[in-house]
């Protein structure tokens, strides 16, 4: 069928309102009467308040509380704003007595002002029973170690070992698929603690609604967990609680959490009085979410002709001081990572999830993919490398195919077991020959081009994601009709910058067959819209989206119904939606959308045309990308400089693709910031040391190479309209393929990211002296 | 202490703290266009034309620029006349979180006040301290060229 609507680059449509500066974030209106909140944390990583005196600073004027675990809910819960009941264990208070990181909550004032409110922190007296900390995840299991968790948290694996989740998947025999094969390769490779730097950091107002309800205004990515989990907090009713998302300035995971809106709502809860709560740029780094490092081994047996016998992946996360999203990150390093390769039969994934005494991982787009990925797309390398093949070819041996499954799928969920499913939708091949052909690859690779100390190199790898989480993610959507002939869309999804109302305006208008400007989309509001589980897990426009999709044609068929008997016909089967009209082929006769709409409201048999629809996925289908990059290595400076970068990506039918392009380049120059530059120091004591962008270099515009995405359209059956989706994936490709590109040029693997000039340095001197001796 | 200040070319009179930065003071008086919280004019979410140059209004104290003319992305256009660099944004998928652009669009409103015909090179190196997470510039770059088209066809 012709599309109408998808397909095409339609504006986003707050992109005029964000240009012109509205104030629509979630700082941007000023309630009268606010108070300001702002946190004491903790200097020492791992400490028992002995006591806290607060008398001086409640004295302070202007001070109006003083919040420590003495006198606020002591519920453990989890942070993770994930569907319930979370897969993440309950081991976070608001306020704890314990705390765990250099950066651990300690008490927040609420005052007048952020000047006041900073002033009495200073007056808080705390003694701490400073613990032995621990750091290193594997000195975290041993016998001996401080144990970070002592109240032993609903969900945890193995407190006393500090085991968040210890997982074991096996398909097949690994150790009969290593010996069957005629090379072995092992590898390991170590990612970094990252973060997800939204320029928007976490923001959180809340303030009674003349009912004396709790409303919360927060840049969040989970609306509607936030809700439940702040209830669960409070211990309160869901009903007395209301969470609106303005616009969010970006999220990447960060915001799937819920951090500040406890604390502000407990505040109006006891104060009556509006709460505000605003995260500075260090407070982001230190005290909201990073990403998990993980330790990572990949061993994979193969023939001769290429084909895998067998592969073994072991991580190691670090979860830090708590552990939101350890058990699930871990489990997607996995299962996003291992189906890909499906023609190994033999296939065993291991990971434990540690807890340390550093700033808390979460979230971060890639989910664990982007560390699983970071291993074994070198270790592919490797393994064509021994074999005599090149990359692209032992990929294409052994990469899943339409119609193929891989037993991972069922083994491996997110915590939990998976679900069956078989690839519907895949274009590989297609994706590393355009890929290829864009950068040059065949041409440059082993060609070691060099200019004076410069050398250039090209590297590659290969990725799948998801979209959603299979049989637990839910969305849903009410579409009603206007009188002119536009709809309101009130949805739960969770646009946090990404486009996503935009899409579902062209998915609505796609199927009503009208303008997408007739779309007047509202999103997550707890009071308004239906419910959605919010910003993750790729869902945005398959999970959401289908939600809307499933609604619109629900609301298509009442539209229908009213055509047919306002065409007095017996038949509407054969109905087309065009141009805002509904048109009867046979008998040529046409009638507006707006006329339908006059007539249900003011004429005849009057009702609402309204409908409601949910969406929950039986699977997962991945979308796939092929990256491919050139690099140019400074040889006596030790700097990796990107020249050209070029992304193959299936994500099924796209609905737009200038904001499909802007997923991938975001997600690519992020990958990249990740690749080079972008870790935390920490200092002996577990204290970050470069809280900020001076000393935390994330990518600028000048730091960013070419970037040519290429969309490979496939038809998804299960997705709405055939989409899959785009948001993570593409962030999995700099670690890996540059590192593929850094051994094309010079012959050297790091063991670890970021690929900084020292490092190059060091193993390109490891390397001669290896040739010397 | 008393400021005054022409926003947006209106006359406006502040009674501020002397300590405080010139983003607060904004962001207090209602211009909540002007985004940012690192304080070491670092992201660049800040930017604000203080006298027709670019200036990261988190560093910049409120009372050391007492007097100044200072223009927000507001006095560029509004979401019903919108300037051609706020159109192409919007046109070029050159938003999307949308936190950096009110900064990056002056950045890049003052490079084409002093040139208008600047290379690709020129436009990466105006918007250089305008941090960006979303986007990851391409789209960006393409847009400000756009502008330009746009500007010279005198839309």
Same mark, same amino acid.
């Given at each position: ?151 032993? $948290? ?236 090149? $990359? ?46 864009? %950068? ?73 067959? %009208? ?7 509202? $999103? ?118 990107? %020249? ?60 960013? $190479? ?68 | ?19 405080? #930065? ?25 930017? #604000? ?45 050159? #938003? ?44 960006? #770059? ?14």
């Amino acid at each position: 069928m012709e599309k109408q609507v998808i397909g095409k680059n339609v504006e986003k449509i707050d992109a005029l309102a964000l240009a012109t500066g509205q104030p629509v974030y979630a700082d941007d209106i000023k309630l009268p009467n606010t108070l300001h909140i702002k946190f004491l944390y903790s200097p020492h990583a791992n400490a028992i308040i002995e006591d806290i005196d607060t008398t001086e600073a409640e004295k302070l004027p202007g001070v109006h509380m003083v919040l420590t675990y003495k006198n606020t809910p002591q519920v453990y819960h989890t942070t993770a704003g994930q569907g319930w009941p979370e897969p993440s264990p309950y081991d976070t208070c608001m306020f704890n007595q314990h705390v765990r990181f250099v950066g651990d909550r300690v008490a927040a004032v609420a005052a007048e002002s952020e000047e006041i409110a900073t002033e009495a922190l200073k007056l808080i007296k705390v003694k701490y029973n400073v613990l032995p900390a621990v750091f290193d995840p594997e000195e975290a299991m041993k016998e001996g170690a401080p144990i970070i968790h002592e109240e032993n $948290p609903q969900g945890t694996y193995d407190a006393k070992r500090n085991l968040v989740a210890h997982i074991e998947v096996k398909a097949g025999n690994v150790e009969k698929g290593f010996e069957e094969a005629d090379v072995v390769v092992e590898h390991t490779f170590e990612t970094q603690f990252a973060q997800h730097c939204p320029i928007e950091t976490h923001a959180t107002i809340s303030y009674l609604d003349e009912n004396g309800r709790i409303v919360i205004r927060s840049s969040t990515q989970v609306p509607f967990h936030v809700r439940r989990i702040v209830a669960q907090v409070l211990g309160i009713p869901v009903s007395q609680i209301r969470v609106i998302k303005p616009r969010i300035g970006g999220g990447f995971g960060s915001k799937q959490e819920i951090i500040l809106e406890e604390v502000c709502a407990f505040v109006t809860m006891k104060t009556g009085r509006p709460a505000r709560a605003v995260y500075t740029r260090e407070e982001e780094f230190i005290s909201s979410r990073t990403r998990h490092p993980m330790k990572i081994t990949v061993k994979i047996g193969a023939k001769k002709d290429g084909r895998f016998t067998a592969i073994k992946m072991y991580a190691l996360s670090n979860t830090g001081a708590y552990g939101t999203h350890g058990l699930t990150v871990a489990s997607n390093t996995g299962s996003k990572t291992l189906p890909l390769y499906n023609k190994a039969p033999n296939v065993e994934f291991v990971a434990d999830v540690v807890y340390t005494n550093l700033p808390v991982p979460g979230a971060y787009r890639g989910y664990g993919a982007t560390q699983g990925y970071a291993c074994l797309e070198q270790t592919v390398d490797m393994v064509a490398e021994k074999l005599g093949l090149d $990359p692209i070819a032992i990929r294409k041996i052994n990469h899943i195919r339409k119609g193929e499954t891989s037993p991972i799928f069922e083994a491996l969920g997110e915590g939990r077991e998976g679900v069956v499913q078989y690839i519907e939708s895949e274009a590989v091949d297609k994706l590393l020959e355009l890929g290829a052909k864009e %950068i040059g690859f065949y041409e440059k690779w082993g060609k070691k081009v060099r200019n004076g100390s410069k050398v250039r190199g090209v590297g590659m790898s290969l990725h799948m994601q998801g979209s959603g989480i299979p049989k637990i993610d839910m969305g849903s959507a009410t579409i009603k009709l206007n009188e002119d002939g536009s709809v309101n869309v009130l949805y739960g999804g969770t646009d946090i910058g990404t486009g996503l109302d935009t899409v579902v305006a062209q998915i609505v208008g796609e199927v009503l067959g %009208i303008d997408p400007k007739k779309v007047i989309v509202y $999103p997550s509001d707890t009071d308004v819209t239906p419910f959605d589980k919010g910003a993750y897990a790729s869902s945005g426009t398959f999970i959401s989206g289908s939600a809307v999709y499933n609604t619109a044609l629900k609301l298509r068929d009442q539209i229908l119904e009213v055509a047919k008997d306002m065409f007095g016909e017996q038949d509407n089967k054969d109905y087309i939606l065009k141009d805002g009209f509904v048109i009867s082929p046979k008998s040529g006769k046409r009638v507006s959308l707006s006329e339908i709409a006059y007539d249900t409201f003011y004429v005849k048999k009057q009702k609402q045309i309204i409908a409601v629809g949910s969406f929950v996925s039986e699977s997962s289908p991945p979308p796939f990308a092929a990256h491919f990059v050139e690099i140019e290595v400074d040889e006596e400076t030790g700097v990796i400089t990107p %020249i050209k970068y070029a992304a193959a990506v299936d994500c099924g039918i796209v609905i737009n693709p200038e904001l499909t392009k802007g997923q991938i380049i975001g997600a690519i120059v992020n990958g990249i910031g990740y690749a080079l530059t972008e870790e935390y120091k920490f200092g002996e004591n577990g204290k970050v040391l470069n809280p900020n962008f001076m000393e935390y270099r994330i990518p600028s515009s000048r730091d960013i $190479p070419e970037i040519v995405p290429i969309l490979v359209e496939t038809y998804e059956p299960t997705g709405p309209l055939g989409a899959k989706s785009v948001s993570e994936i593409n962030i999995n490709g700099p670690i890996p393929a540059i590192g593929n590109a850094l051994y094309d040029a010079l012959g050297i693997r790091l063991g670890s990211s970021p690929y900084t000039p020292d490092k190059v340095l060091k193993a390109l001197k490891e390397n001669k002296d290896k040739e010397i001796f | 202490m008393k400021v005054h200040y022409k926003i947006n070319g209106k006359d406006y009179e502040f009674d501020i703290h002397p300590g405080k #930065v010139l983003l607060d003071i904004l962001r207090e008086n209602g211009f909540t266009e002007v985004k940012g919280n690192c304080y070491m004019g670092t992201c660049g979410a800040c930017t #604000v034309l203080i006298n027709g140059t670019p200036k990261t209004s988190c560093t910049v104290l409120a009372a050391q620029v007492n007097g100044a003319e200072i223009t927000t992305v507001k006095g560029l256009g509004d979401i019903l006349n919108p300037h051609p660099l706020q159109k192409a944004f919007v046109e070029k998928g050159a #938003v999307q979180c949308g936190y950096c652009t009110p900064g990056t669009i002056l950045a890049a409103y003052a490079l084409l006040k002093e040139n208008s015909n600047p290379t690709d090179e020129d436009i990466k190196k105006a918007i250089d301290g305008n941090l960006c997470r979303c986007t990851g510039y391409v789209q960006q #770059v393409e847009a400000i060229k756009y502008a330009i088209t746009l500007l010279k066809e005198g839309k």
